[in-house]
C-alpha cells in the first residue's frame, strides 16, 4: 500500500490567515483567522493585513496539524499561494512555507490563487461531484469576474473576463452606497431575501459577448438612490430589501447571461463556479434551475471552499506534488498572476 500523502497549504493572499492539511485529497483540517481589523475602514488595509498575518500564520498552522492529528515530520510536502494577492500578505505566507520546507526538508510547492479557486472542486468529497474536463468554470470573487475554459487540472483558457471592475466589488460598492458596513456582499445577499426582485430595474452594461462590466452597474445605482433620497430622504430604510434584490438580481442575470453565451459558444455543457462570490444564494440557485432548463451539469463548491481557503491551495499542491512539480526555494511571490500562469 502507497504511503499516505499529507501536504500542508498555506493561502495569505489578502486579510484572511489560513492553513489546512489535506491527505491524499482529503481535508483533514481547514483553519480560517479572519482579520476584524478591516471593518472600521471599509475595506482591507494591506499594511494592517501583512501584520496581523505575521500574528496568526504561527498559531494557525499549528492548529491545522493538530486538528490533522499529524506532526509536521508527517508533511510530505508545504504548498503556498504564490499570488496574485497584496504584496506583503504573501510575502508572509511565502517565507513561512519557505522556512519550513527548508527545515524539514521537504518540497515547496507554489500555487497560483486562481486556479486553486478553480481546483477546490476535486477536494476528495463524498458529498460533492467533481467535474470532468473539459468544463467551464466562473471564478467570481473580489478581484476578479472570468469565465474559464478548463481543458485540464494546468490548462486552463480565459474567454472573457471584467474590463473594468470585479463582481465581488460590485456587491461590496453597492452596499457602501446603502450605507451598510464592510465586507457589504453578504449582507445584500442577505436582506435580498426578503426583497422584491423585480422591484427596481437597473440597466445592464453593453459590452463584448463574454466580456464584463460593473462601474457603469455601481454608478447607475448610486445615481438612482442619489435621485430617490431627494424625493424621499427615507428611501434607503423604507425599500432596503427591495433594493438588495433588485442589485442582486441584475447581477446574477448578467453573470447567467455570458455562461449561456460561453455554453453556445464552446458546446460545453459541464459549468461550475469559484471564488468568493460563489456563495451568493441567488447566483447558487440561478445554477441550478440551468441544471433543470438547458441540461447543464453544474458543480457549487461548498461554503467553506469558496471564499479564501487553504484547503484549495493543499489540494492543488496534491496535485501538483503528483506531477513532481515543485518550486525553487528561491520563488518569489507575484502580486499579480493570471489564471493562466
Same mark, same amino acid.
Given at each position: 500500500?502507497?504511503?499516505?500523502?499529507?501536504?500542508?497549504?498555506?493561502?495569505?493572499?489578502?486579510?484572511?490567515?489560513?492553513? @489546512?492539511?489535506?491527505?491524499?485529497?482529503?481535508?483533514?483540517?481547514?483553519?480560517?483567522?479572519?482579520?476584524?481589523?478591516?471593518?472600521?475602514?471599509?475595506?482591507?488595509?494591506?499594511?494592517?493585513?501583512?501584520?496581523?498575518?505575521?500574528?496568526?500564520?504561527?498559531?494557525?498552522?499549528?492548529? @491545522?496539524?493538530?486538528?490533522?492529528?499529524?506532526?509536521?515530520?508527517?508533511?510530505?510536502?508545504? @504548498?503556498?499561494?504564490?499570488?496574485?494577492?497584496?504584496?506583503?500578505?504573501?510575502?508572509?505566507?511565502?517565507?513561512?512555507?519557505?522556512?519550513?520546507?527548508?527545515?524539514? $526538508?521537504?518540497?515547496?510547492?507554489?500555487?497560483?490563487?486562481?486556479?486553486?479557486?478553480?481546483?477546490?472542486?476535486?477536494? #476528495?468529497?463524498?458529498?460533492?461531484?467533481?467535474?470532468?474536463?473539459?468544463?467551464?468554470?466562473?471564478?467570481?470573487?473580489?478581484?476578479?469576474?472570468?469565465?474559464?475554459?478548463?481543458?485540464?487540472?494546468?490548462?486552463?483558457?480565459?474567454?472573457?473576463?471584467?474590463?473594468?471592475?470585479?463582481?465581488?466589488?460590485?456587491? #461590496?460598492?453597492?452596499?457602501?452606497?446603502?450605507?451598510?458596513?464592510?465586507?457589504?456582499?453578504?449582507?445584500?445577499?442577505?436582506?435580498?431575501?426578503?426583497?422584491?426582485?423585480?422591484?427596481? $430595474?437597473?440597466?445592464?452594461?453593453?459590452?463584448? #459577448?463574454?466580456?464584463?462590466?460593473?462601474?457603469?452597474?455601481?454608478?447607475?445605482?448610486?445615481?438612482?438612490? $442619489?435621485?430617490?433620497?431627494?424625493?424621499?430622504?427615507?428611501?434607503?430604510?423604507?425599500?432596503?430589501?427591495?433594493?438588495?434584490?433588485?442589485? $442582486?438580481?441584475?447581477?446574477?442575470?448578467?453573470?447567467?447571461?455570458?455562461?449561456?453565451?460561453?455554453?453556445?459558444?464552446?458546446?460545453?455543457?459541464?459549468?461550475?463556479?469559484?471564488?468568493?462570490?460563489?456563495?451568493?444564494?441567488?447566483?447558487?440557485?440561478?445554477?441550478?434551475?440551468?441544471?433543470?432548463?438547458?441540461?447543464?451539469?453544474?458543480?457549487?463548491?461548498?461554503?467553506?471552499?469558496?471564499?479564501?481557503?487553504?484547503?484549495?491551495?493543499?489540494?492543488?499542491?496534491?496535485?501538483?506534488?503528483?506531477?513532481?512539480?515543485?518550486?525553487?526555494?528561491?520563488?518569489?511571490?507575484?502580486?499579480?498572476?493570471?489564471?493562466?500562469?
Amino acid at each position: 500500500m502507497d504511503k499516505p500523502v499529507y501536504i500542508l497549504g498555506i493561502e495569505s493572499s489578502c486579510d484572511d490567515t489560513s492553513a @489546512a492539511v489535506i491527505c491524499d485529497a482529503k481535508v483533514l483540517s481547514n483553519v480560517v483567522a479572519n482579520q476584524e481589523v478591516h471593518s472600521k475602514y471599509g475595506g482591507v488595509v494591506p499594511e494592517l493585513a501583512s501584520r496581523a498575518h505575521q500574528q496568526n500564520i504561527v498559531p494557525v498552522v499549528q492548529q @491545522a496539524l493538530s486538528q490533522a492529528n499529524i506532526t509536521k515530520e508527517q508533511l510530505s510536502a508545504i @504548498a503556498f499561494t504564490k499570488g496574485p494577492g497584496l504584496m506583503g500578505s504573501l510575502l508572509v505566507g511565502t517565507s513561512f512555507a519557505k522556512s519550513l520546507a527548508l527545515g524539514l $526538508q521537504i518540497p515547496l510547492i507554489d500555487v497560483n490563487h486562481m486556479q486553486a479557486h478553480i481546483l477546490a472542486h476535486f477536494i #476528495d468529497d463524498e458529498k460533492s461531484k467533481k467535474p470532468t474536463f473539459p468544463f467551464i468554470c466562473l471564478t467570481i470573487s473580489g478581484g476578479h469576474t472570468q469565465i474559464v475554459k478548463v481543458s485540464d487540472y494546468f490548462k486552463m483558457e480565459i474567454l472573457g473576463e471584467t474590463i473594468d471592475d470585479a463582481v465581488g466589488e460590485a456587491f #461590496d460598492k453597492s452596499a457602501k452606497i446603502l450605507g451598510l458596513p464592510y465586507p457589504g456582499g453578504p449582507l445584500i445577499d442577505k436582506y435580498a431575501q426578503l426583497g422584491n426582485e423585480k422591484a427596481f $430595474q437597473f440597466t445592464k452594461p453593453k459590452v463584448g #459577448d463574454l466580456e464584463f462590466s460593473f462601474s457603469g452597474l455601481k454608478t447607475g445605482i448610486l445615481y438612482f438612490i $442619489q435621485k430617490q433620497q431627494r424625493i424621499n430622504p427615507k428611501f434607503i430604510e423604507e425599500n432596503l430589501n427591495d433594493i438588495c434584490a433588485s442589485i $442582486q438580481y441584475t447581477i446574477a442575470e448578467i453573470l447567467m447571461d455570458k455562461l449561456k453565451k460561453a455554453v453556445k459558444l464552446t458546446g460545453i455543457k459541464q459549468i461550475a463556479i469559484a471564488g468568493g462570490v460563489s456563495a451568493n444564494s441567488e447566483i447558487r440557485n440561478r445554477l441550478q434551475l440551468a441544471e433543470k432548463h438547458f441540461g447543464w451539469t453544474t458543480f457549487v463548491p461548498k461554503f467553506e471552499y469558496t471564499t479564501d481557503n487553504a484547503a484549495m491551495i493543499a489540494v492543488t499542491g496534491y496535485l501538483k506534488y503528483l506531477d513532481h512539480t515543485y518550486a525553487a526555494i528561491s520563488v518569489s511571490a507575484k502580486a499579480r498572476l493570471k489564471v493562466t500562469d
